[in-house]
């Protein structure tokens, strides 16, 4: 078992994605990653025998089936690979040298004094930006600082504000559609905690609001009744936001 970094849960160190909150955990997946190498390995050893059954039947057809089969395999392990880095690099390093730990540490000083001049100053695109540049750039987790859950959900309404216009289009994609409700959810079920709420209680109430009843279809007694299946306390997991409204509601979204 370890620690996740992002959300402070303990996960099965095998898993390839945090069980909570989707954090990637790269030993996880790359073990998945190996185990997906070792299947396709297996594979390609059937397909050595491939040649020779075929060509009871004809060496042209024996040579077809050798070729779609190594050919299919190639495409599996291209995918497997690209998902792998797609899926973790623009996530914080899991596992550090003591170097990167040590400039990790000073990092997440710096971003911490940062964040609460921001907080002070309750400016939301400031926090996001530092939350953002931290994760997605620089590759540092600020799990652990007082104010991570408000930074992490002034992050969440930037991107937000830069996906709602994808609801004014005549065809709105299904992961678009997961985006927005994933985020209105989040900020419905007050995930940002105690320590936003004198930020995001208001925004929540006069914007957020407005959009899951009005733009998405969804009655308060729909949220309630979703509460208990799309999180798991106090994080709103993004799968079950999917498998559960948006695919239900897709149809309001046009």
Not at 131 to 139: G, L, M, P
Not at 156 to 173: A, E
């Amino acid at each position: 078992m370890i620690k996740c970094p992002n959300c402070g849960a303990e996960i099965d160190s095998n898993l390839a994605k945090c069980s909570y909150c989707g954090y990637i955990n790269i030993h996880g997946a790359e073990k998945k990653y190996l185990d997906n190498l070792e299947d396709i390995r297996e594979n390609l050893e059937a397909v050595k025998e491939e040649p020779v059954k075929a060509l009871k039947e004809g060496v042209s057809k024996g040579t077809k089936v050798v070729i779609l089969t190594v050919a299919t395999l190639l495409v599996l392990l291209v995918a497997c690979t690209l998902r792998l880095f797609y899926e973790s690099k623009d996530k914080p390093k899991l596992f550090l040298s003591a170097e990167d730990e040590a400039y990790a540490s000073a990092y997440r000083i710096i971003a911490g004094e940062q964040l609460s001049a921001a907080y002070d100053d309750k400016d939301i695109e400031q926090m996001a930006a530092i939350f953002d540049k931290a994760y997605s750039e620089d590759r540092v987790s600020l799990w652990g600082d007082p104010h991570y859950e408000t930074a992490y959900a002034a992050s969440c309404y930037m991107k937000l504000k830069k996906c709602l216009p994808n609801l004014d289009k005549d065809k709105i994609s299904k992961h678009e559609a997961e985006e927005i409700t994933y985020y209105c959810f989040y900020f419905y079920y007050r995930a940002y905690g105690e320590d936003g709420k004198d930020l995001f209680d208001s925004i929540r109430d006069e914007e957020i609001m407005p959009i899951i009843t009005d733009r998405l279809g969804f009655s308060i007694e729909d949220m309630e009744n979703f509460r208990d299946k799309v999180t798991d306390p106090p994080h709103v997991n993004r799968t079950n936001v999917y498998r559960v409204a948006v695919k239900k509601n897709y149809k309001n979204y046009h």
